[in-house]
């Protein structure tokens, strides 16, 4: 249980200042536990420094608007809504440009759309943006040519360029990153909430992509189809204030755990912690010890949880990072976003599903068809086959309907670009191609002709 002295008071914390009720939660219990993926900073105190300045910064997200998400999170738990949760692997700095923003914001909106109109669904929009800049890797350091340097680990730790000087992780960029995800957040709301979000404005985001592609032109009739229902029930009297904006959210992995905790205040309203760096984060797969700092930090903070789980991971498993994380079984509080491979979701599953379901645990099943599927093409590329995505998707759908639960969502990694990183699709990448555009600086991503084709695809199975 959670006791709060309801006095307003500022206390001080390793240096860092906290308004609001004091409360007598503990936040700073992951410190006493292993934390896999940390960088290994070289100036300790450079990064006490950082962590002490922003401490002071401003939220980026509200409390209240975690809240909220919790509430669309546990309609989908209830099986009336649907996520749609994506964007790149890894936000870089210099990709946090109006340009970029605004196309990954328009695919995401067009995917929304077909799953709204063509799978009659609500759809909970979250991006993987606004923070995603820290990675987990596979090893520590990377060796190209006989020289080892340390991994590229996100442009919140240190440079993707191959020099000693680049790989340098520099407290600096945690710094920086809050301040990209302010900038790419304001963007975020600027376009979600002036206008360029109306439904009137679904032929608008197409406008540079119909003639080019199959998915513009299906997305095109069905733009059609939509106008003509607007113009329905706008002839009836009809103009609810949803078909003007949109309620967008932001969500990364929250993966550095000083970054993260540095962001997390007590909401005045409340006296509860928050992770103000995003509204929803999520514990990776390489992360989700039980008896590691990222779920412990994780246990603390309000927010809207998710949580990767591999094709290794046991039923035991999955029910002791339920009880840890969501021990009151609130509905909207854990996402539990499988991630199998299109080979193995048929068989690992089933016994998840079924155990947490005769559990009694309420949880949000999402779909991540993207990280079980990598594999490295003859060139060297790094790779995903939308054929295998499209599978593990539809075998994510099959398993839930057997069981009778509720396929909840997919949480995807795509750019509103026209880039070369995945083959498959419309305009049929093949594995030659992968050199003409590939731009990503970690995993390979849907380009924006392939997230309407999923989508497209989700949407039929959705409604089958
Ligand atoms: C990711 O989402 O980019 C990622 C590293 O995923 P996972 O933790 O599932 O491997
Ligand atoms: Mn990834």
Known sequence: MISIRGRVAVRMERGAIRYGPVSTIDLDTWRHLPAAQQPDWPDR????????ELATMPPLVFAGECDQL??????VTRGEAFVLQGGDCAETFSGATADNVRNKLKTLLQMAIVLTYAGRVPVVKIGRMAGQFAKPRSKPVEVRDGVELPAYRGDMVNGFDFTAEARRPDPARLLRAYHCSAATLNLARAFTKGGY?????VHAWNQDFVAESPAGQRYERLAREIDQALAFIKACGGDPSEFHTVEFYSSHEALILEYESALTRIDSRTGLPYDVSAHMVWIGERTRQLDGAHVEFASKIRNPIGVKLGPTTTPEEALALIEKL???????????ITRM?????????????EKVTANGAAV????DPMHGNTFEAPSGHKTRRLDDILD?????????????????GIHIEFTGDDV????????????????LRYETTCDPRLNRSQSLDLAFRVAELYRA
């Open 45 to 52: 105190a450079e990064l006490d420094r950082v962590v002490r």
């Open 70 to 75: 919790k509430e669309r999170l546990a309609a």
């Open 197 to 201: 979000a109306d439904l009137r404005q």
């Open 326 to 336: 969501n021990p009151e079984n609130e509905p909207g509080r854990l996402t539990l």
């Open 341 to 353: 491979g299109a080979k193995k979701i048929r068989d690992v599953l089933p016994p998840l599903v």
């Open 364 to 367: 949000a099943w999402v779909c």
């Open 392 to 408: 593990e998707v539809a075998g994510f759908f099959e398993v839930h309907h057997a069981l009778g639960t509720h396929p909840g």
């Open 420 to 435: 070369t990183e995945c083959v498959g699709g419309g305009h049929e990448i093949v594995e030659e191609d992968l050199a």
